[in-house]
């Protein structure tokens, strides 16, 4: 039951052309899985500007060929990418009520490596930044978009990548960084919305933050929500469209917070094959100018 979810962003400079932004995360994808394949391919019709995948791509050792099947559209599309812990090693069998533990890791000893090397250095062949503890950016319809990552924080593999130069050092008050154009954007991407990651892309000026990792809660109680977010995020934010560390910005004045994006992800471990409450999910994000 795979969805795409649709947002409306409030983010580009005053007199910016629309950016439609795909967000694709999660797919945790094996081989046989060729509906799921299909449907990422066809996700190349919404016609997207940029291409953000936030990481946990694989679910096999033998997936790279079907994940870079499924994202063959849209390779030719400027984009950007991190990795998650299951792109790294691959999963394995473990009791589901794990998750409900103020710390559900494993340690990656106990995992088999999965081909992350290969698959990242296809994204760059393809010309996706690769924003692995670093900075990248990119001209998008006229907009300079600059673009700040970290790999994946769950594994705690973060560095927050050192600011370009002295004039990026503080947060201006329309929630651009300081030493960019006054058309630029300032995006922050990681696997996992882990806090600290959150406050220091706050910090650095983003005025949109993408992630994934927490699938939306994956089991859910209906009229409730999310039981766990497999991370110190609150369960509030565990999908959707948000904002950091207070609240949205079209509810604040647009001063304080950040936009957050967390997707909800469209796969699970192949051994818990069960979402409930919760439909895996792509987002096509369209970033339209802030109000002044």
Not at 110 to 119: F, I, K, W
Not at 146 to 152: A, E, H, I, Q
Not at 243 to 264: E, I, K, N
Request: proline content about 11%; some cysteine.
């Amino acid at each position: 039951m795979f969805t795409l979810r649709r947002y409306t962003v409030p983010v580009l400079p005053t007199g910016a052309a629309p950016l439609r932004v795909l967000h694709l995360s999660d797919l945790h994808l094996v081989p046989s899985q060729r509906h799921k394949i299909a449907w990422v391919r066809d996700l190349a019709r919404v016609d997207p500007d940029l291409v953000i995948t936030t990481g946990d791509n694989m679910a096999h050792p033998d997936a790279v060929p079907a994940v870079l099947e499924a994202y063959a559209p849209l390779l030719d599309r400027p984009g950007a990418f991190v990795l998650g812990s299951n792109d790294y090693f691959a999963p394995r069998p473990k009791n589901p009520a794990r998750y409900l533990l103020p710390d559900a890791r494993t340690k990656p000893l106990e995992h088999r490596p999965l081909p992350a090397p290969e698959l990242a250095a296809a994204f760059r062949r393809a010309g996706w930044k690769d924003l692995t503890n670093r900075r990248d950016e990119l001209r998008l319809r006229g907009t300079r978009v600059t673009l700040v990552g970290v790999d994946d924080p769950h594994m705690e593999r973060d560095r927050f990548p050192a600011p370009p130069g002295p004039a990026h050092s503080a947060r201006r008050h329309d929630g651009q960084p300081d030493g960019t154009d006054a058309r630029a954007l300032h995006i922050g991407v990681s696997h996992a919305p882990y806090t600290r990651v959150l406050d220091q892309m706050h910090a650095d000026g983003c005025g949109l933050v993408l992630a994934g990792h927490t699938h939306g809660g994956q089991l859910c109680v209906p009229f409730y929500g999310a039981l766990v977010t497999n991370c110190d995020l609150d369960r509030e934010r565990a999908s959707g469209l948000h904002g950091w560390p207070g609240p949205r910005p079209d509810t604040d004045g647009g001063t304080s917070s950040t936009w957050l994006h967390v997707s909800a992800g469209l796969g699970t471990s192949p051994y818990t094959p069960v979402r409930f409450a919760c439909r895996p999910e792509a987002s096509l994000l369209t970033l339209v100018p802030r109000a002044d």
